[in-house]
């Protein structure tokens, strides 16, 4: 003990030199690593092979297709046209899902809160509320799902008016995402979709619709849809699209709590026959398709595909017609064909990863 304590005291003095240098220069480590910048993310290569297969799917395709692809752990991305803008549809409610869970996690709104249900006769579109009558109180939670997994446009209204178009901007702009933008609800933009612009048609109904004489306004009609067209309402890129939803996985978007909520949400989507529906029973797929007729058609689905060794890989689906206004026949080829061609581009990105795994 006594040994111990000699030589121990004889290093002493040296040590408390040393810890005197030592400590200054961790804290000048510490300063210069606080003040660098931070590392950007590695630019995502290029796969020529899946973009080429994207391609060639496409090619076979009518109409003007915009595509991108981002797998998450390889930092790989293929795409068509991905820094376009194409029309969201449905898709737009991914961006009201994220609001949502952000307020809600800062405590601005409560997920069990109840709405009661009013106005069954006053929205346009997809979804069930419209046929349930009043006086139903779905919570805010029961809302966002029906908004997502049956594209429930009543539900998207109300959400939209209780989050905010601004905010919904707002928060797509601090996820860096400067060409995607929410300017309408799915009334405004039915009627707009229509050719019903303007004061005078904001609160015409589904009944007023079907009563409408559109011969008689076909001037008024055709030059207010093309004007729509121009204006791009509720528009995004391939690339933006699939951005957020990189975010969403990758648990930037939103915290844990509401990542894995909106995560469930969107994979109990009821609409399948895009993305999921050439890949292997099982596969998991979050994500949310967006249907349009008026004034040209438009066919999108976009998500996350989980492969089976645990990786993500991201695709977007954006895609319209070219000609206005086309019958039920026409619509319905288009539809199918546009369905198809979602269908094979899952089908190839799934595919091309799959037997990649462990390589």
Known sequence: MGAENVKRGSRAPRRRLMMGRIVPLIV?????????????????????????????????????????VRHVERHESAGVRENERF?????????????????????????????????????????VLQAM????????????????????????????????????????????????????????????????????????????????????????IERNQRQALRDCHNCSTPSEMS??????????????????????????QQFNQRLPRLLPVGIRVAHKTGTVTNPVWVVNDAGIIYLPNGEHVVVTAFSHGTDMNQDEVQLKKAFNDAEDTIAEIGKTVFDYYEARAGK
């Open 28 to 68: 000048c480590a510490l300063v210069v690593a606080a003040a660098a910048p931070a590392r950007p993310a590695p630019a995502p290569t290029r796969p020529a092979t899946l973009e080429g297969g994207i391609r060639a799917v496409v090619a076979k395709s009518h109409g003007v297709w915009g595509i991108s």
């Open 243 to 268: 951005q957020l939803f990189e975010k969403i996985v990758s648990g930037l978007a939103g915290d844990s709590v509401g990542t894995n909520d909106m995560l469930g949400i969107l994979s109990k």
């Open 133 to 220: 009558r009043p006086g139903l109180n779905p919570t805010i939670h029961d809302l966002a799902t029906l908004m997502i997994i049956v594209s429930d446009n009543a539900a998207t209204d109300q959400l939209l008016a209780r989050v905010g178009k601004a905010n919904v901007n707002a928060r797509l702009r601090a996820l860096g995402l400067t060409k995607t933008s929410v300017d309408a609800g799915t009334r405004e933009h039915t009627l707009e979709a229509f050719g019903l612009r303007g004061p005078k048609y904001k609160d015409f109904t589904p009944a007023d619709v079907a009563g409408f004489d559109f011969q008689a306004h076909e001037a008024e």
């Open 87 to 127: 029309n969201m549809a449905s898709v737009f409610k991914v961006p009201i899902l994220v609001e949502l869970f952000h307020q809600a996690s800062q405590g601005k709104i409560a997920l069990d809160e109840r709405v009661e249900w009013k106005d069954p006769g006053r929205y346009f579109g997809s979804g």
